[in-house]
Structure formats: C-alpha cells, structure tokens
T-cell receptor
Framework: QQQVKQSPQSLIVQKGGISIINCAYE??????FPWYQQFPGKGPALLIA?????SEKKEGRFTISFNKSAKQFSLHIMDSQPGDSATYFC????????????FGQGTRLTINP | DAGVIQSPRHEVTEMGQEVTLRCKPI?????LFWYRQTMMRGLELLIY????????DSGMPEDRFSAKMPNASFSTLKIQPSEPRDSAVYFC?????????FGPGTRLTVL
C-alpha cells in the first residue's frame, strides 16, 4: 500500500512538445503529491505539488492533473525545452508534520533540440 | 540560505571500513530524512527524525547502518562495516513541515 508506480521509465520529446509522466498510488491516506526534478549529480528539487482538493495545479509550463477516484496523477510539461532534460520523480505522503515521502521509480526525460 | 549541506560529496572506501556521512539541515527545519538512491531501487527512505528524535528507522537495511541527530543542526549516518552493496548516493533532506528539501548527496563507493 506504500507503493507509487511511475511511467514511463524514459521519455524522449521534441523541443516545443508536451511531456507527460504518469503516476498511480495505492494508499488512500496519501493527501500530498509532489513532483521532483533531478539533474545529474544533484539532489532532487521540488518542482510542483498538489493536494486532492483540486484536480489541477499549474505553475508556468508545469501542470499537475489529479484524479482522486482513479488514484492517479500526472505531470505535464508544456513547450518542453532542452533545459527540462532531467529525471522526474513523483511522490506521495500524508500532509503536515513529519511524514514519510514515498517516491516513484523516476522518468528520465530527454528533450531533443 | 545555504540549503542542506552534506559532506563528504564523494567517498571511496574499502569493504569492511567504517563510513560516516554528515548532514547539516536548513536552519529552522524540524524534520530530517536520510534517503539512499540506486539505479535498481530508486530513492529509498532509510530513517527520519522529528525534533532530533528518530521516528521511523524501518528503512535501515541492516544493523550495520546507524543514524544520529545530536542536535537540530547536525546528523550522521554511519555504516560499519561497509560492503560493496552499500555503494549508492545518500541524500539528506530537511523539512519545515510537508515539503522536503534535499542536499546534493554523498556518492559512496565501497570497493
């Protein structure tokens, strides 16, 4: 019940295209869903997060779509740029206080110029 | 703010040696997390502390691993004795509440 499943494992998108990464969770107690971006040799950095009281959250070119009934959420990167090439991790936890963050397996995104 | 600070950034050691990884969390953050990242297993939570107290160490793989947080500004992760399968990148993260902020990691290689 602690698992977060992420797909695809790797993704290649042309510059200007839309990148879509999907995640599914099992634990219905989870109510905080962040996405992290990791560049080679760096630690994961918080990109955007959503709570289940909304179905979508947008920050610049990055959008999270959330489907509570399906227990799924996805990251959309609009107008993808070569600088977006990185590994992306979805995660889930309970909200508030010191909570364990469970990560998906990661998606290696490559944006071709 | 300097962010989460980890040292050393790289560590190469021989099997059987003791390894100590260090972390300085962001000032004011009351939770600290140790994660391990490998290609095979991804990002795994090893242990986390709240207000310097260990809350959950169920992710610590074996008794060879131990972690301490003697005060709010310092934590260590120790492996004794180290084994080649411990080779990984170890991340420390701190949190003021829900959002976690990761350090740059320590790349550990055990020969």
């Amino acid at each position: 019940q602690q698992q977060v499943k992420q797909s695809p494992q790797s993704l290649i998108v042309q510059k200007g295209g839309i990148s879509i990464i999907n995640c599914a969770y099992e634990n219905t107690a989870f109510d905080y869903f962040p996405w992290y971006q990791q560049f080679p040799g760096k630690g994961p950095a918080l990109l955007i997060a959503i709570r289940p009281d909304v179905s979508e959250k947008k920050e610049g070119r990055f959008t999270i779509s959330f489907n509570k009934s399906a227990k799924q959420f996805s990251l959309h990167i609009m107008d993808s740029q070569p600088g977006d090439s990185a590994t992306y991790f979805c995660a889930a936890s309970r909200y508030g206080g010191a909570q364990k963050l469970v990560f998906g397996q990661g998606t290696r995104l490559t944006i071709n110029p | 703010d300097a962010g989460v600070i980890q040292s050393p950034r790289h560590e190469v050691t021989e099997m059987g040696q003791e390894v100590t990884l260090r972390c300085k969390p962001i000032s004011g953050h009351n939770s600290l997390f140790w994660y391990r990242q490998t290609m095979m297993r991804g990002l795994e939570l090893l242990i986390y502390f709240n207000n310097n107290v260990p809350i959950d160490d169920s992710g610590m793989p074996e008794d060879r691993f131990s972690a301490k947080m003697p005060n709010a500004s310092f934590s260590t992760l120790k492996i004794q004795p180290s084994e080649p399968r411990d080779s990984a990148v170890y991340f420390c993260a701190s949190s003021p509440g829900t959002s976690k902020f990761f350090g740059p990691g320590t790349r550990l290689t055990v020969l």
